[in-house]
């Protein structure tokens, strides 16, 4: 009778959990049994691992062998217990020492013949190690860029079972990581493409230097889409613990790259109308993975064509919104996936939406139903509404260039440098992030700024949380000028981009 173990991680979201896998052998009928809340993909995973090491020439053994995957209370999902499970099995049977086994995780799943195939979510996984005290990671060989991203762990790829099994004996080395890319520099489109539009280039600006949520309203060929694409390119580029929260994301979808691992543009990314709310939000059988919005972590989440989403769809991101974090309840367990992204919306005024207002054919109770679908509390929590109006001339705006991308993404930076500065000491980013109490009372501004959005309080025509997001702008608009703090002008600009009538 023996008994070893290794150590994988389990993901939950993106949160690690580390996990022991026990194998014993002992007296009975030849068989396998995996306990421990494996869900059927893994539960295949012992005829898969007993081939696998069968066709590496190595002998599994012809008595009982037991397999129990602890915590026994914690869902397991996917393939990459495989290379833990096949050498707990081989180190209980004597094949190799366990002795290099101590704070090693092992992640990888196996293909019949032996070989090690990539899987998702190593970037989480080991960062879940590390910060559990393991030191030491062996993964497949494909995956070793990604897992190199993580400071502070020793990463080893492996091409199959058999270096594996080879480097435990000290027969053989293991692939070592080269020094990891800084991050690919994405192309972006540049802000000078777009033809007039004065007023949404300038939401944009705004948008951009204070992180605020943007919707943008209009005939259709006026530029709302190739606004929204080009706000990625304003904002600063990622940090590298935000690069890392973007590529963990990423990792646990599979849709991380494999050559240039580390992001370092702030994603974009642009759903369909006829998504699902699953699709959009996160979910799916079982522990739920991660929906669009997460997908859309540090960068823009663009809705074009806004009113077509459906009310359950856009209703959704309400909490999102504010939380900056999603969790979706499942019976299994909660799963958390970071969100905190900026939301762009696009809508035509109308369903007809002809190139000039005076042109709809819509009854005024097919406008107001068509625009309702964007309700109240939505809308209460976008910052700036622009109207934008019909291109009525091209050749006159060659002479005159518009700025590009490089001039405004200038004063972005230093905008938001700004803003940092101030609010470094509370942990805050960028001004959209700033609670609410904090502008009225730690940062409260004279009575005479704040008049304006008193007054419209009293009337009923914002509400209080627009209020604070009033603030919010104003605090950007006086970065963007430079000066220390907002003025009337500010507050009554910011005031503005909440006109309802711009939605």
Known sequence: MALARSWSIALLGIEGRLVEIEADIGAGMPGTKLVGLPDPGLREAKDRVRTAVRNSRYAWPDTNVTLGLSPANLPKVGSSYDLGIAVAVLAASGIVPGGELGGTVLLGELA????????????????????????????????????????????????????????????????RPDVPEVGHVEPVPDLADVVGQPEARWALEVAAAGGHHVLLTGPPGTGKTMLATRLPGLLPPLSRDEALEVAAVRSVDGSLSRSAPLPTVPPFVAPHHSISVAALVGGGSGLAAPGAISKAHRGVLFLDEAAEFGAERLESLRTVLEEGEVRIARAKGVVRYPASFQLVMASNPCPCAPPREVDCTCTPTARRRYLSRLSGPLLDRVDLRVRMRPVTARRAHEACRPETTEVVRARVVAARNRAAARWAEHGWRTNAAVPGPALWREFALPRSATALVERSLQRGAITARGADRCLRVAWTLADLDGADRPESDHVAAALEFRDRRAA
């Open 112 to 175: 019949l013949d032996g070989r090690l195939r990539p899987v998702s979510g190593v970037l989480p996984a080991l960062l879940a190690a590390r910060r559990l005290g393991h030191r030491r990671a062996v993964v497949p060989v494909e995956c070793v860029p990604e897992a190199a991203l993580v400071d502070g762990v020793e990463v080893l790829g492996a091409p199959a079972l058999t270096d594996v099994v080879e480097w435990l004996r000290h027969e053989g080395e293991l692939v």
